[in-house]
């Protein structure tokens, strides 16, 4: 009787016994093992390349959101409302800022969790007369960045001020062509971006190609 599936020779039956037993040889695994890993270093620096990218375009995103939910809450509160950086804690945070008190605050501290501290980074956004936080740090970014320098021109003090009527910026002295700007790097350095808050309130994103990195797709080029 003719018997199918007999696909290799047990030595220990003989040169003309076969097994019916399936398998991998160890040449066999050894070649699979070879392609993958021939594969996965072809894949793995673009993998890197897309989470470089990834993390560097979140980041900036979040922070241009965070400058646009301050100017909103100008418009809505009709208040002026400033922004304050702190570039050696990693963080920012906004509050309402009246100018016409006895002693105007001129910062917030980024770093205090409890909205009811004298100094916190928080609103009564809600109008119900409990205050919340306003702040952004790097521990609340989706991706892992690196924020390199904070240049806001026209002010010395790390504030930037949103006009309630217009949502312009207010300044003490001369308005600059680029009040704050915003520049962070990838987490290694290969991608660069530059956040930019103009003086009429707009936010906008540009690429910042570092030392030996690349732009960014889909931003223009820092001018």
């Given amino acids: 009787m003719k018997t199918f599936g007999k696909t290799r020779r047990d030595p220990q039956k003989g040169k003309k016994e076969f097994s019916t037993h399936k398998g991998f040889t160890l040449i066999e695994l050894m070649v699979v093992i070879a392609v993958i890993a021939i594969i996965t270093s072809f894949a793995l620096p673009s993998y890197r390349t897309l989470i470089e990218?990834?993390?560097v375009t979140s980041g900036a995103q979040q922070i241009s959101a965070f400058f646009s939910a301050a100017k909103m809450e100008a418009v809505k509160?009709?208040?002026?409302?400033?922004?304050?950086?702190d570039l050696a804690n990693a963080c920012m945070g906004f509050f309402a800022y009246d100018p016409d008190a006895a002693t105007p605050r001129t910062n917030c501290d980024c770093t205090l969790t409890d909205p009811d501290a004298g100094n916190a980074c928080a609103i009564d956004d809600l109008g119900d007369g409990g205050m919340r936080l306003h702040v952004?740090?790097?521990?609340?970014?989706?991706k892992p960045i690196k924020v390199t320098d904070i240049t806001i021109l026209g002010r010395a003090d790390d504030l930037v001020i949103f006009d309630p009527i217009r949502g312009m910026l207010v300044f003490d002295g001369a308005v600059a062509p680029i009040p704050l700007e915003l520049k962070m790097l990838s987490k290694q350095d290969?991608?660069?971006l530059?956040?930019?808050?103009t003086a009429t309130g707009r936010v906008t994103i540009c690429s910042d190609m570092p030392s030996g990195g690349f732009n960014v797709p889909g931003y223009d080029d820092c001018r």
Avoid: C, D, F, P
């Fill in 190 to 192: 290969a991608y660069g």
């Fill in 77 to 85: 509160r009709n208040e002026m409302i400033a922004i304050h950086t």
């Fill in 194 to 197: 530059n956040v930019q808050l």
């Fill in 53 to 55: 990218k990834r993390s």
């Fill in 136 to 142: 952004l740090n790097a521990s609340l970014l989706n």
